[in-house]
C-alpha cells in the first residue's frame, strides 16, 4: 500500500419488506431470519475512506462530528479489510447522510455498504461479493442489502452461511417509496439493543423466528412475479408481526408515535379503494408506503394530509453501493 490511499463511495438505504429482527449470534452479527428488501435512490451516504500509515488511529466523521460507538463499529469493519491486504494503517472516514441519521431511515445499512466499498477499493481489494457482504454484516446485519440495488434478498443457508443476492434490478419493477416522515430525532433504542432484548424477552420472538420462513418464501415469489397484491399482503403482515415482537419486548419497544399509525391508516383507506400501495415501518417512527408508480401522487396527496407527518420523500428504487470519483457531487 502507498503511504496514503483513498476512495469515495455512495450508497443507498434499503427498506425491508419481509423484515430481519434479531440474531442467531451476536459477536458474528448472524441474523436468525432471513429478509427481503429495496434500495431506494432517493437517499444517499457518501463515504471518503483514506488509509494512512501516519495516522496513530481509525478516524470518523459522521455528519461532520466524532462518534465513538459509531467508531468502534467502523474499525470493527476495517480491521478485516486491513487483514485482506495484509496492512496495519489506519484510516480515516469521512461519511455524510443527505437525510436524518439513526431514525428509523436505514443509515447504517447505506453507512455500512459504502464504508466496506470505499474501504476495499482504497486498499486496491477485489473481494468476491459474498466476502464484502460478509464484512459489512459485522458493521450492519442490514448493510449487504444495499451492496444490490433494486430488490434484494438475505438467506440463511441450512449451512449456517448467509449469503445476499439481488433479485431484480431496480428498473425491472420500478416502483415507488414514500417515506412519510414524521420525526427526525434519533430512536431510543437501536436495533442491535433491541433486538436482543427481543430475543430476551418477548414471548413472540420463537413464533417469529419460526413463522418467517413462508413470509420470505411467498415474498420472493411476488416480486418474481411482479404481483402488487401478494406482496403488500405479506409485507404489510411481516411488518406488523416484527412490530408486535418488539411492543412484547420488554421494557417495550413501541416505535410509533400517533402520526406512524395515522399513516399507516391512510396508506389502508387507500388500499381498500383499489390503490396500489402498502406500507411497512422499520426501527422508528417514519411510515414508508410503496406505491406503483401510477398510484404514486395520490398517495402523497393523501399522506401529505396525515398530521404530524412533517415531510414525504419520494423514491424510486436505486443503484448497488459503488465507488464514485470523489470530485463528483
Ligand atoms: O441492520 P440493523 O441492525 O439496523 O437492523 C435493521 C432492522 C430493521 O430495519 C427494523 C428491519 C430490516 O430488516 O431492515
Redesign the pocket.
Known amino acids: 500500500m502507498r503511504a496514503a490511499a483513498s476512495a469515495t463511495a455512495i450508497a443507498h438505504p434499503?427498506?425491508?419488506l419481509v423484515?430481519?429482527?434479531g440474531k442467531r449470534d451476536d459477536a458474528a452479527n448472524l441474523p436468525a431470519v432471513g429478509?427481503l428488501?429495496l434500495t431506494l435512490d432517493a437517499l444517499a451516504t457518501r463515504t471518503t475512506v483514506r488509509f494512512d500509515s501516519g495516522l496513530a488511529a481509525d478516524e470518523l466523521r459522521l455528519d461532520g462530528k466524532p462518534d465513538e460507538p459509531a467508531r468502534r463499529r467502523v474499525s470493527r469493519c476495517l480491521d478485516l479489510l486491513r487483514a485482506r491486504a495484509g496492512t496495519a494503517a489506519p484510516a480515516q472516514v469521512w461519511t455524510q447522510n443527505d437525510f436524518p441519521t439513526g431514525a428509523?431511515l436505514?443509515s447504517?445499512?447505506s453507512g455500512f455498504a459504502a464504508l466496506v466499498v470505499a474501504g476495499a477499493a482504497a486498499l486496491g481489494l477485489d473481494l468476491p461479493a459474498d466476502e464484502l457482504a460478509g464484512i459489512a454484516r459485522i458493521g450492519?446485519?442490514?448493510?449487504p442489502r444495499s451492496l444490490h440495488g433494486g430488490f434484494a434478498v438475505l438467506r440463511n443457508l441450512p449451512s449456517g452461511a448467509v449469503v445476499c443476492e439481488p433479485l431484480l434490478a431496480a428498473g425491472a419493477w420500478p416502483l415507488r417509496v414514500i417515506v412519510a416522515v414524521t420525526s427526525p430525532l434519533p430512536k431510543e433504542v437501536?436495533?442491535?439493543d433491541g433486538?436482543r432484548l427481543s430475543r430476551e424477552t418477548s414471548p413472540y420472538y420463537e413464533a417469529w423466528v419460526h413463522s418467517h420462513p413462508p413470509d420470505l418464501a411467498a415474498a420472493e415469489e411476488a416480486v418474481r412475479r411482479r404481483d402488487f397484491p401478494a406482496l403488500a399482503t405479506v409485507a404489510e403482515a411481516s411488518c406488523l408481526k416484527?412490530h408486535a415482537v418488539m411492543m412484547a419486548t420488554r421494557p417495550p419497544l413501541l416505535y410509533w408515535t400517533a402520526a406512524t399509525v395515522a399513516a399507516m391508516e391512510a396508506v389502508r383507506t387507500l388500499r381498500r379503494a383499489g390503490t396500489d400501495v402498502f406500507f411497512t415501518v422499520?426501527?422508528g417512527p417514519q411510515v414508508k408506503a410503496v406505491s406503483t408508480a401510477a398510484a404514486a401522487p395520490a398517495v402523497m396527496a393523501a399522506l401529505a394530509a396525515v398530521p404530524g407527518v412533517t415531510r414525504l420523500i419520494d423514491s424510486g428504487l436505486g443503484h448497488g453501493a459503488r465507488c464514485i470519483d470523489p470530485t463528483q457531487r
Open positions: 434499503n427498506i425491508a423484515k430481519y429482527w429478509s428488501s428509523g436505514a447504517s445499512a450492519s446485519g442490514s448493510a437501536g436495533s442491535r433486538m416484527m422499520d426501527a
